[in-house]
Structure formats: structure tokens, C-alpha cells
């Protein structure tokens, strides 16, 4: 099973970005797929997760009404839509995923974990 997180890059505050992962190894459709965030030095933190039928989408109250998680089943892959990005979104992204069919936000609930890609958001 393997993750691939893209999209990550260096944008001012109020820009938008969206990332991509990628699986390859799984039947994705029987997977929950969550996003999470960390900051060096920090605790990863949950984004946002979405369950394998792309429905039930769960976000961090910190991001709700401006990040966005969809998922396309038949391209293997999960987005997050960054939108209003703010400085403290800065951090490295990591995407997960888990057979389950139900959406799950708790990071230690999550067995398959992408390389992260990094977002920096300059004031």
C-alpha cells in the first residue's frame, strides 16, 4: 500500500491550494481517507476526513468553511481544497487512510500514511 501526497507549495495568506494523495495497493473505495497536519515540534493534528463513498465529510473546527475533502474512487485519489489560507495552516500535510466505513479523525485509528507534502502560507 502506498500514499503519495502532492500539491503542497509556498502561497500568502488568503491564496488557495489544493492537495492530491494518491493509493495504489488498496481497493480505495473501502477505505477512510483523512488529512492531518504538523508543525515541527508539535503534535499531528487531524484536518479532515471523508469515508470511502465520499460522504460524512469531517473537518477540524479550525478549518471548517474553508477546506474542503473530496475523494474520486475511480482515480484512487483525495483532495483537499485549501481556500483563505491563513500563517497558522502552515505545516507538512500527510494523508492516511484505513479500511473502515466510518469516517475516523482520531491520527492513531489510521494505519496507511503518506510522506506529507509541505504548505507554507506567508503573511
Known amino acids: 500500500v502506498q500514499l503519495q501526497a502532492f500539491g503542497g507549495g509556498l502561497v500568502q495568506a488568503g491564496a488557495s491550494l489544493r492537495l492530491s494523495c494518491v493509493a495504489s495497493g488498496l481497493t480505495f473505495s473501502l477505505y477512510v481517507t483523512g488529512w492531518f497536519r504538523q508543525v515541527p515540534g508539535e503534535e499531528r493534528e487531524f484536518v479532515a476526513a471523508?469515508?470511502?463513498?465520499?460522504?460524512?465529510?469531517r473537518y477540524a473546527e479550525s478549518v471548517k468553511g474553508r477546506f474542503t475533502i473530496t475523494r474520486d474512487n475511480d482515480q484512487n485519489t483525495v483532495y483537499l481544497q485549501m481556500d483563505s489560507l491563513k500563517t497558522e495552516d502552515s505545516a507538512v500535510y500527510y494523508c492516511?487512510?484505513?479500511?473502515?466505513?466510518?469516517?475516523?479523525?482520531?491520527?492513531?485509528?489510521?494505519?496507511?500514511w503518506g510522506q506529507g507534502t509541505l504548505v507554507t502560507v506567508s503573511s
Open positions: 492516511s487512510a484505513r479500511r473502515a466505513s466510518r469516517t475516523v479523525v482520531v491520527e492513531y485509528q489510521y494505519d496507511k
Open positions: 471523508i469515508n470511502g463513498n465520499g460522504d460524512n465529510p
